[in-house]
């Protein structure tokens, strides 16, 4: 069986929406077409088509397989147009993941510009704050800030952030506001669930000392937009990154405590999987969103 021209029949019957359609287009026959989707469905062991005399509809297993197929087919278009040093705009779905913070803050400005410029693009956006398996979970694409994940993954760095410490003016005004990081321990934070070590806040002051405190508090939770809220409330103190808590600043909602400790950065990654061709839209739209984060400095 030829793999590639049971994929390409398989999907231009489904674009068509029946085979002597998809028979015309591809300039063959409807039972090649026929032939071919049907050795398809063998090897890989599943129904892709429900067929009558009437219309054609897809199964479960064949919506999936038929949206990968035409990315598949996408990118066999984008490597023969590089190949031959042709321009080829980048077209189909770019999976990427991220944080929710990140994606809100930075990610969805730099999505909105770029299918501005290339229109035929579109975005499948998993939001988790958990580091996920890209190969598994079929992702392209991932944004991350610090921690990479398996050594089996190509990262390239998109820039940097820094972790910023607010409070409430209420909250300050009620017990008094921190001037050195040793004064932390004796307050009320909140904790975020997926920082290296969340109990533990390390900054680094303008002589280049590094300072650790330890912390506790009444909330801990796997949500950044969660502890700012409870922040905002009055709740206690919060450490998170510049991108999700200098809007708040900026409102005047939450007040920055210590700014004088210039905290260390993280950086900020691009993240795919090694194993997988980097396509042309990957490839462009990492190289847009380090464009778009160096001007958001």
């Not at 991108?243 to 905290?263: M, T």
Request: hydrophobic share 40%.
């Amino acid at each position: 069986m030829d793999r590639f021209a049971s994929i390409t029949a398989f999907v231009a019957v489904v674009d068509a929406g029946s085979f002597v359609r998809a028979a015309e287009r591809l300039d063959s026959s409807t039972s090649t077409l026929s032939r071919q989707v049907a050795e398809l469905e063998q090897h890989l062991g599943s129904r892709l088509l429900n067929r009558t005399t009437r219309k054609l509809s897809l199964t479960e297993d064949g919506r999936a397989f038929y949206e990968r197929a035409v990315d598949l087919l996408v990118d066999l278009e984008e490597v023969e147009s590089m190949a031959t040093l042709a321009a080829a705009a980048p077209r189909g779905t770019l999976r990427v993941t991220c944080s929710y913070a990140l994606g809100v803050q930075r990610l969805a400005p730099a999505m909105a510009s770029f299918v501005a410029r290339y229109p035929e693009v579109r975005f499948d956006v998993s939001v988790s704050d958990r580091i996920v398996d890209l190969v598994e979970e079929g992702l392209d694409l991932a944004i991350r800030v610090g921690m990479l994940g398996s050594e089996q993954l190509v990262a390239r760095k998109l820039g940097t952030m820094r972790m910023q410490i607010g409070a409430s003016p209420a909250y300050l005004k009620a017990h008094g506001t921190p001037q050195k990081p040793g004064d932390l321990g004796k307050h009320t934070v909140l904790t975020y669930a997926y920082s290296p070590n969340p109990r533990l806040w390390r900054m680094t002051d303008r002589q280049g000392r590094r300072h650790e405190v330890r912390v506790n508090g009444p909330l801990h939770s796997n949500s950044g937009d969660m502890t700012i809220a409870a922040a905002i409330a009055g709740m206690g103190l919060v450490f998170e990154p510049d991108f999700s808590i200098q809007p708040v600043f900026d409102a005047g909602l939450l007040v920055r405590v210590l700014p004088g400790y210039d905290n260390t950065p993280y950086d900020i990654w691009a993240v795919y999987p090694s194993r997988r061709h980097l396509s042309a839209k990957v490839r462009l739209f990492v190289d847009h969103v380090e464009r778009q984060f160096k001007e958001m400095r």
